[in-house]
């Protein structure tokens, strides 16, 4: 089970590693869920056909929150969005040098990625504001994991987003929940990032 989490420009990281796993034919996932958190809906629009090859697919649920009303105001481009957060603090952890996507797919067993013929593919329901990472993730693994089920969750957005995630990982590990590997990426400003690995035992 992988799970993806991006907030703004972030999505550069989490649509890299969604559209090789479904693309893999030696990578065995059971099944992909797809968080991002924009602030305005036009934005979409930088990954219109990326966002439509993951709604084609069966597997993989895309769950899309805009944090902020329409309004007339020029929008920022992908690259300079990071600018324009909160201030971001630097992460003064270890860089993880291998290139995201392949960061992910080592960390999952090889196989054939599960098909599924009955079901329809899924459909992005845009929400407003901000999305409850804690109780994302908590549902989403008590939904769809098994017992001996391994979770791997990679992250990429402003600093805020990338300690909420953590906490709600530490969270779901401290209440007994099952083996999960999580990989951060913070956007920094000027639309650079620095990487974390944070891998459970």
């Keep these: 089970m992988v799970i993806l989490i991006a907030g703004g420009s972030g999505a550069s990281f989490t649509f890299s590693i969604a559209l090789d796993l ?26 219109a056909k990326e966002l439509k090859q993951l709604q084609a697919h069966p597997e993989l649920n895309v769950h899309i929150y805009v944090t902020r009303p329409a309004c007339s105001s020029e ?6 969005s990071g600018a324009q957060s909160e ?17 992910i797919l080592n960390g999952l067993e090889k196989g054939a990625l599960k098909q599924s013929t009955t079901e329809t593919s899924p459909v992005s329901v845009i929400q407003p504001g901000r999305p409850d990472i804690s109780n994302l993730i908590e549902a989403i693994v008590d939904s769809k994991s098994g017992a001996n ?28 929940g099952l083996s999960i590997t999580l990989y951060t990426e913070v956007t ?12 459970s035992p």
């Excluded at 920094?188 to 891998?199: A, D, H, K, P, V």
């Design 22 to 47: 479904i693309e893999s034919p030696t990578t065995a996932v059971k099944s992909i869920d797809f968080i991002w958190a924009v602030r305005h809906q036009e934005s979409l629009e930088w990954y």
């Design 75 to 80: 929008l920022p481009s992908p690259a300079s």
């Design 87 to 103: 201030k971001y603090s630097v992460i003064s952890e270890p860089i993880e040098a291998e290139p995201p996507s392949a960061i």
């Design 149 to 176: 089920d391994r979770v791997i969750i990679g992250a990429c957005g402003p600093s805020e987003l990338m300690s909420v995630t953590r906490k709600a990982v530490h969270k779901d590990r401290c209440n007994g």
């Design 188 to 199: 920094l400003l000027l639309g650079t990032r620095e990487s974390l690995t944070n891998i």
